[in-house]
């Protein structure tokens, strides 16, 4: 006697053949296209953001670079920081706006019109190495400058120089891991040239601390913070 279950299965076979979806179903044609297309995505994001990460760490390299030549010039009295109030822009005695713009000449891969909008700077003498304090410019998530200085101090005084630059975070994959400051509150100039303003950005930062030479050539106005 003939198996039941053959004798069910049989038309829907020979209605499967009859419509074509035998032949739809062993067609694999475009497969590749579809899986490529299901993974370009993420493919695409990780690639951008390994990019990116990469950037974060020359853009530090640069920044440390930078601040270690500029703060030379100061040590040496080459140049002077003379406080947040004088717009001097002689060669000895650059304003701030001068001053970021030297030391962003010394920071690759990133135009300088850009990188003095992203720049911040902190320079204050100390009597010595015991009294230097880290006031730190971030709380929470929120970067304020309004307390930053820019005074270099007089010869033989122990200088505290720090160099942040806040790199703006595009791959999702980074943000968790790299974002440190989604708020800037402005005095000195902003990321964008804004007052204020929210987004996603990366502080790089680098850090000197130095003893100013004691030569008589050296004319710092000793002023303060």
Known sequence: MANPKSIMTKPFIRAWRCIGLDRFARNTRGAAALEFAMIALPLFTMIFAVMELALVFLISISVEDAASTMARQIRVGTITAPGIAVTSST??????????????????????????????????????????????????????????????????????????????????FLLNGLENVTTFTNSLGSPGGAASGTGRWAAVSATEVFVNEPNASFTGTGATC
Do not use: E, H
């Not at 920071?107 to 003095?116: A, E, G, K, N, Q």
């Not at 930053?148 to 630059?165: E, F």
């Open 91 to 172: 060669a000895t005695a650059p304003d701030l706006t001068t001053f970021k713009q030297d030391l962003c000449n010394y920071i690759l891969l990133v135009p300088s019109s850009m990188c003095t909008n992203q720049i911040q700077v902190d320079i204050r003498p100390f009597s010595s190495f015991s009294g230097v304090v880290l006031p730190s410019p971030i709380s929470g998530q929120t970067f304020s400058n309004t307390n930053l200085c820019y005074a270099s101090g007089i010869p033989s005084d122990v200088v505290l120089m720090r160099v942040y630059y806040l790199w703006p975070l595009l791959t999702p």
